[in-house]
């Protein structure tokens, strides 16, 4: 139980990576308290232990200050951040305005921020880190959901950043992650013949479960990383074959 007595919010922590990321650290031993703007279907539990709920908009500024202060009073301290929280839609640029892509800018690079400002002060009374969820979107071309991309890859930098700025009480790092396997996973691979066929394009041989990521963020907030910050840890289960090497193949046989 490395993460004992210890206190984690998880963004997001509601549903897919969030919840996996709130389970395996309800099995090291943390307190953990998940947001979200509403409630999980069913309570977020491991090994007979439960996180708690609580609804907060991370895009309000306001009540985001009040959730943290609230946390921060109920528990006496806070030990982890996890800014987990975000997502888009599939939309090609020139499709809606400029408004419509600010708003996937502002819940996965804007609030991200917004929550680490408000749980700074409590993370440096415990010396805490931050860990960022963020994406090979942001490595890599994302036609589709470019403004997600983009976000991803600010988050990145802003988590370098704020590494350094606030050395040596917390410590920042990012989760670099591929394509994981969620309860909505059929929404983008198709069905379980489809899943494991995207699976099959990963090094590994499958998509990552939200377990996976939880158990990298578990390092990242322990001990044991109590040298690391400022760093990417990639978790995409050795990343993408490059296509050049299929189409080389391609020609070579014909």
């Keep these: 139980m490395e993460l004992d007595g210890r206190v984690a919010v998880v963004t997001g922590g509601t549903r897919g990576v969030g919840a996996g990321i709130a389970r395996s650290f309800l099995a090291a031993g943390a307190r953990v308290v998940v947001c979200a703007r509403r409630p999980p279907d069913a309570p977020v539990s491991r090994g007979g232990r439960t996180a708690e ?17 609230a946390v921060g009073r109920r528990y006496g301290r806070l030990d982890c951040l996890v800014n987990n929280a975000g997502g888009t839609p599939y939309r090609p640029l020139d499709e809606g305005g400029a408004e419509r892509h600010a708003r996937v800018l502002e819940l996965n690079l804007v609030a991200p921020l917004t929550a680490s400002l408000a749980a700074r002060p409590w993370l440096r009374q415990s010396r805490g880190s931050v860990v960022m969820i963020g994406s090979v979107s942001g490595t890599r071309p994302s036609p589709g959901t470019a403004a997600y991309g983009a976000a991803k890859a600010g988050l990145e930098q802003l988590a370098r950043s704020m590494a350094v700025e606030w050395a040596p009480e917390v410590r920042v790092n990012s989760l670099v992650l591929g394509m994981v396997r969620t309860e909505l996973a059929h929404l983008h691979y198709g069905d379980g013949a489809g899943i494991a066929a995207v699976g099959a394009t990963v090094p590994l041989g499958r998509l990552a479960e939200p377990s996976d990521v939880g158990e990298a963020a578990v390092f990242l907030a322990s001990e044991r990383a109590g040298y690391v910050s400022g760093a990417s840890l990639l978790v995409h289960g050795g990343g993408e074959r490059p296509a050049f090497l299929d189409a080389a193949t391609v020609n070579k046989e014909s």
């Excluded at 609580?54 to 202060?69: E, I, K, N, T, W």
């Design 53 to 69: 709920f609580s609804p907060v908009d991370l895009r309000d500024p306001v009540a985001v200050q009040d959730f943290f202060d």
